[in-house]
């Protein structure tokens, strides 16, 4: 079995896309990218420019010049890539509980998505990818090699992103946790343009109880390539 070029990895949030996409990225040798990444940035300038979120025509605008460069970790830190908006550093930024509130509202906005694909599409096109977001494997990439949805229980979900966020000295409950990301689910799969489904060709994997390492082993079978080497 020849290991897939372009792997679109797609899930609901913090159903444990990026930390597998990332360690998959690494042992295959391919370029590891976030969607997630981009529709958070606009949303950042959209917020800091004070423009109105209710506003698409502006917003959208803006999805259109802003400038975001995705590049390898600077600071070791935690984070797993560098990510620039108009050349500042916002890697963190665009993680804040402000961002996550008005980010799945922003990108259900047509001409957002469409920014946002056209470029994804460029590099999918190179090869050698791990893409992980919502629309991967129905839009972005719909003929990706290999197609893997991640998937995991609300309360599950809920627990990792609670801790997540604790560990970087965020003040939060888990309840509220588990409303914002039952909120974003909603608005991510029930939304007209792309939303969040499996494709129909996607290997479904619910990492309900699994460990980290387990659902990677899973994800390099997939590929064809034993998992504990
Ligand atoms: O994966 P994430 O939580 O960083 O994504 C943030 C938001 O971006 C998510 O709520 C929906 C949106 N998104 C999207 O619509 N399409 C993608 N391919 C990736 C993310």
């Not at 609670?162 to 965020?170: A, D, I, K, S």
């Not at 888990?174 to 792309?194: H, N, P, T, W």
């Amino acid at each position: 079995m020849t290991i897939p070029n372009s792997i679109a990895i797609d899930g609901p949030a913090s159903s444990g896309k990026s930390t597998i996409g990332v360690r998959l990225a690494e042992r295959l040798g391919y370029l590891f990218f976030d969607t997630g990444i981009m529709y958070r940035a606009v949303t950042l300038a959209v917020i800091r420019k004070g423009i109105d979120i209710n506003d698409e025509d502006e917003v959208t605008r803006l999805a259109q010049i802003v400038h975001i460069d995705v590049r390898s970790p600077s600071i070791a830190d935690g984070r797993k890539e560098d990510v620039l908006l108009d050349g500042e550093d916002v890697t963190w930024a665009i993680r804040d509980p402000e961002v996550e509130k008005w980010v799945s509202k922003i990108s259900a906005y047509a001409g957002v998505r469409r920014a946002m694909t056209q470029l994804q599409r460029r590099i999918g096109k190179r090869g050698r990818v791990v893409m992980v977001g919502r629309d991967i494997g129905t839009v972005v990439m719909p003929d990706a090699d290999l197609k893997i949805y991640l998937d995991a229980s609300l309360e599950e979900r809920a627990r990792r992103r609670y801790q997540e966020l604790v560990q970087r000295g965020e003040s939060v409950t888990l309840k509220e946790v588990l409303v914002g990301l039952k909120k974003r689910d909603q608005i991510d799969s029930s939304r007209e343009i792309a939303p969040l489904k499996p494709a129909k060709d996607a290997v479904i994997l619910n990492t309900d109880g699994l460990s980290i390492e387990e659902v990677l082993k899973k994800a390099l079978e997939l590929c064809g390539v034993v998992g504990n080497e």
